[in-house]
T-cell receptor, first 114, second 112 residues
Framework: AQSVTQLDSQVPVFEEAPVELRCNYS??????LFWYVQYPNQGLQLLLK??????LVKGINGFEAEFNKSQTSFHLRKPSVHISDTAEYFC????????????FGSGTKLNVKP | DGGITQSPKYLFRKEGQNVTLSCEQN?????MYWYRQDPGQGLRLIYY???????QKGDIAEGYSVSREKKESFPLTVTSAQKNPTAFYLC???????????FGPGTRLTVT
């Protein structure tokens, strides 16, 4: 079975400060990893994904994430946030052998303050 | 433009009525999904379909039904048996050659 834990339900941060959104997962099989962003009353948009290879992946809007297999983590980072980054962020995993199934975390609301 | 459409954006119903939410995609994707989103709970899978005329229950299928008669369409019916139907419903699809799911804009259902 797979599960995804996003420890922080809300993260307040000032504009231009760095931010890290944490994601840990549990899985008995190898997985692909994803981060999605959701703006209010909208669908989810893919930020980035890790499939294989380099453990540091870069995504859209200046975000990046690092896959750490030993710690089963996939934390999302941005060196300098903007007001427009205010949104909810979801971490997700998908088993490599059954990548039609996705398992989502409960989400982290990022609130960027001026 | 390719994408997923969900209609309507907002839907209001009286308790005891069945309601059908629309999901259409023109991405030529085989797999389609329905999720329910409640505050603080993330996304929970209701039903998914990997091919036309076939679908599987997700984690919270009770009180919901689906059909997949066409590749591009995957409507979700919220029946009167669903005890707490008020939520934000998201439809998604995934192509055979891709690893990620693509999401529609969602439908917010309010039942009073």
């Amino acid at each position: 079975a797979q599960s995804v834990t996003q420890l922080d339900s809300q993260v307040p941060v000032f504009e231009e400060a760095p931010v890290e959104l944490r994601c840990n997962y549990s899985s008995s099989v190898s997985v692909y990893l994803f981060w999605y962003v959701q703006y209010p009353n909208q669908g989810l948009q893919l930020l980035l994904k890790y499939l294989s290879g380099s453990t540091l992946v870069k995504g859209i809007n200046g975000f990046e994430a690092e896959f750490n297999k030993s710690q089963t983590s996939f934390h999302l980072r941005k060196p300098s946030v903007h007001i427009s980054d205010t949104a909810e962020y979801f971490c997700a995993v998908s088993p490599i052998r059954n990548f039609n199934k996705f398992y989502f975390g409960s989400g982290t609301k990022l609130n960027v303050k001026p | 433009d390719g994408g997923i459409t969900q209609s309507p954006k907002y839907l209001f119903r009286k308790e005891g009525q069945n309601v059908t939410l629309s999901c259409e995609q023109n991405l030529n994707h085989d797999a389609m999904y329905w999720y329910r989103q409640d505050p603080g709970q993330g996304l929970r899978l209701i039903y998914y379909s990997q091919i036309v005329n076939d679908f599987q229950k997700g984690d919270i299928a009770e009180g919901y039904s689906v059909s997949r008669e066409k590749k591009e369409s995957f409507p979700l019916t919220v029946t009167s048996a669903q005890k707490n139907p008020t939520a934000f419903y998201l439809c998604a699809s995934k192509g055979d050659g891709s690893y990620e799911q693509y999401f529609g804009p969602g439908t917010r259902l309010t039942v009073t």
